[in-house]
């Protein structure tokens, strides 16, 4: 599982101040503010993170030093993470995107499916895209219960009951 979970990343800047619009990958959005200082995904970079108020899809927030528009738009793109001690235990249900990322999919018999690429929600719930070698696209699987009963994270591996004609 890897040490650093992406917590929100920088839409862009807000006004001529250094300030940015952060969008929160958080359960609530507002816990992002709780884990600073946040980091880039190389480690490399550390920031401060203080949310200034909600906007719509997000907050305005104030980054560090960050004093000018420039050095606002220079960080548009950021992903912003915080180290895995830094976030609260899930209940055994629960799980962070970054971890079911790369895990082997297979359908009930066993029978290999492909990995998951990315975790993605588009309103309606999650959807694990699985891209496997006898696939021509990616497959998007809904991420429910029903459909995926197992998610066997020491095993890295994901058990799913997809619909007929899915894969």
Do not use: W
Not at 31 to 47: C, H, K, T, V
Not at 64 to 82: H, M, T, V, W
């Amino acid at each position: 599982m890897p040490d650093l979970i992406c917590v929100g990343a920088v839409a862009g800047s807000y006004g001529v101040r250094g300030e940015v619009r952060v969008k929160s990958f958080c359960a609530n959005p507002e816990d992002i503010a709780g884990y600073s200082p946040l980091q880039s995904e190389d480690g490399q970079r550390r920031f401060s993170l203080e949310l200034l108020r909600p906007i719509k899809g997000g907050y305005v927030a104030r980054i560090g030093d960050i004093s000018s528009k420039e050095a606002a738009d220079a960080l548009k793109g950021l992903r912003l993470f915080a180290a895995r001690g830094q976030l609260p235990s899930l209940p055994d249900d629960e799980f962070y995107h970054a971890d079911l990322i790369g895990m082997l999919v297979v359908d009930t018999g066993g029978a290999e499916l492909g990995r998951v690429k990315s975790v993605q929600n588009h309103g309606a719930g999650d959807l694990l895209e699985v891209h496997g070698a006898g696939l021509r696209d990616t497959v998007l699987l809904p991420f429910t219960a029903a459909i995926v009963p197992t998610v066997d994270l020491s095993a890295r591996r994901i058990v799913a009951d997809p619909p007929d004609g899915l894969f």
